[in-house]
């Protein structure tokens, strides 16, 4: 779309050439001869710049600078003087003004001052809007339910966001914990500060320490220069680690330290950084099971268990998917940019509350925008559903031992054969499918020597 410009001048033979070589320009131009006249011109429409003399008679430029951004804040504001000075060009930056133009000025200094001045509103705005976006994406909002399990999770966020105390966030995978980590760092007095995420289950066991904490030049095969780690990077934020549960047993011990007295070492290092981050961790696996095993150090999970918020399934609120799909409706509506959403046909939703959903509210989402994807507009039926949804789930009260007995290895084995072929290979999904960890599900691939595409 064509800039807007209102060009304010007293003097009509300036104004016209002005507005003669912005419309040759491309610009769409309105012409003002006095500042009463320019405020009317931006009450019938909005504007993009706005352009005026210094010097008028009755309303000046000033004034009238005031007047756009009280009347139109977003209009930014270029004025032209015959009488610059350090003083009036200042006042008038004060005052809001993007830039200025002495007269008597050429047509490229014209044009290269107004294309500035509408390059700087354009990135303002895309700010605004981004900070708008980040709101909307970690507002409690989008984490949407009514239930009895439901409402507890809110008080407890919510009693999260008055404090800076470490947060263990327990759920399956897909029930939105980052989700509430966002929302418990954005929402809280730390929300002008970093918010760094590490997934504890893509990072290598070897590279751990140096992910967290950061190493110095030489530490170790590879490390040609000091880098810091995201305790650093999160200083004076928060720092959420997700899947808690897989982090290597060796760095635990580090973890413990810095919670307790907020020191990072970096590896390599024989000195420590102090560091003020609040710690959100979550995972979707047994902690406490975990720590019974070995696996899991118990200083540690008490040092994390100091206030708990567990997500339900989606499976255990079921009442919630009337409210869960119409909310995810409108959001892949905005997504996909579609002008209207397909409408959904009540025959879906039985559908969906018959289905087991053991990819939680993720699979809702990623099933929800497949399906308005591939949709022709019309109302989405249970018709349109993936086989998934039309095969019946076994129900664990339904399994029965065979007479002969199993072998458990071959019934892992088999079990871990058939989340791959439903997930087309992706072990990720077919870690969730299974009930367990990506890096537990790659051991056991490794283990019983599975292709991924077997």
Known sequence: MKADIIV?????????????????????????????????AMKEAPSDLLLTDLKMPGMDGL????????????????????????????AAMKEGAVDYLQKPFDKEELLLVVANALERGELRRQNRDLRRLVADATALGNIVGECEAMRRVFDRIERAVRVTSTVLILGESGTGKELVARHLHFA???RKAPFVVVNCAAVPDNLVESELFGHEKGAFTGADAARAGKFEAADGGTLFLDEIGDMHF???????????????????????????????????????????????????YFRLDVL??????????????????????????RK???????????????????????????????TLEELFILSDGGPITAGHLPAKFHEPAPMPSEWTLPPGG???ENLEQDLIRQALQRSGGRIKEAAELLGLSYKTLQYRLKKHEIDRGA
């Open 336 to 366: 996909l940019g579609l002008k209207a959403p397909p409408p959904i046909d009540p025959g879906l939703l039985e559908a969906f509350r018959r289905y087991r959903w053991p990819g939680n509210v993720r699979e809702l989402e990623h």
């Open 308 to 333: 708990t918020i567990e997500l339900p399934p989606l499976r255990e609120r079921i009442e919630d998917l009337p409210l869960l799909v119409a909310h995810l409706r409108e959001k892949l509506g």
């Open 8 to 40: 304010a001048e007293d003097d009509l033979v300036q104004r016209d050439i002005i507005a003669d070589i912005l419309a040759q320009a491309g610009y769409a131009v309105r012409g003002a001869a006095s500042g009463p006249e320019a405020v009317e």
């Open 188 to 190: 809280g007095p730390r």
């Open 250 to 300: 060796s760095s635990q011990a580090k973890l413990l330290r810095v919670l307790q007295d907020g020191c990072v070492e970096r590896v390599g290092a024989t000195q420590t950084r102090q560091v003020d981050v609040r710690v959100i961790v979550a995972t979707n696996c047994d902690l406490k099971k975990r720590v019974e095993e070995g696996a899991f150090r118990e200083d540690l």
């Open 406 to 408: 199993i072998v458990m």
């Open 63 to 90: 004034e009238l600078l005031r007047a756009t951004k009280r009347l139109r804040p977003d209009t930014e504001v270029v004025v032209m003087t015959a009488h610059a000075t350090v003083r009036t060009a200042v």
